[in-house]
């Protein structure tokens, strides 16, 4: 029994903060009590053209759940999402100008997607975080849209889980009428 608790707690501690969605793990950027947005847009730094369009929308589903909706431009908070990779192992056939992957050669690396909230009009970072994932890729290997949708919209959901709620303008509005009474 002594054992099963000391194994437990060290996987605790081992895993801190990350939780793991098909493999995706989320690092938790530190809440903010002063993040009042109520809108946001997105500006996206080094994501593929495939990737992008999942990333962005399972992020505004996310943050659209806190309170804070998207807007195709002038949002009150500019988020930032930005795809990092980090090679693992090299990989077969590259150059400088490409990456291809030779008659039966993988390529190991993380993928790493930060995300950064700032005031419009700012360069001061509010609040950030990120969700990363571990991937090997062989020839003939494709991207399974629809799992791995679900699975950052769950990580995003996590990554959120402490951002702050955005206030309701027709909670407050209701609020002032019941006090002004």
């Not at 053209?49 to 002038?74: C, H, K, T, W, Y």
């Not at 206030?167 to 407050?172: F, M, Q, R």
């Amino acid at each position: 029994m002594t054992f099963r608790i000391l194994i437990v707690s060290l996987l605790l501690v081992v895993t801190g903060c990350a939780t793991s969605y098909l493999g995706i793990s989320v690092t938790h950027g530190q809440p903010e009590n002063s993040l009042p947005f109520r809108t946001f847009h997105v500006v996206t730094e080094d994501m593929p053209a495939f990737l992008g369009p999942i990333v962005v929308s399972n992020f505004s589903v996310a943050m659209a759940e806190r309170g804070v909706q998207p807007v195709p431009e002038d949002g009150e908070a500019e988020v930032t999402l930005r795809l990092v990779q980090e090679t693992r192992e090299s990989v077969s056939g590259a150059d400088e100008f490409d990456r291809s992957i030779d008659q039966g050669g993988e390529a190991t690396f993380m993928a790493r997607v930060v995300v950064e909230v700032r005031a419009a009009g700012s360069n001061e970072i509010l609040w950030d975080g990120s969700v990363q994932r571990r991937h090997t890729i062989r020839p003939g290997d494709y991207m399974h849209v629809g799992r791995a949708s679900a699975a950052l919209l769950e990580a995003f959901r996590d990554l959120l889980r402490d951002y702050p709620l955005a206030a309701d303008p027709l909670v407050e509005v209701a609020v002032a009428e019941n006090v002004e009474r």
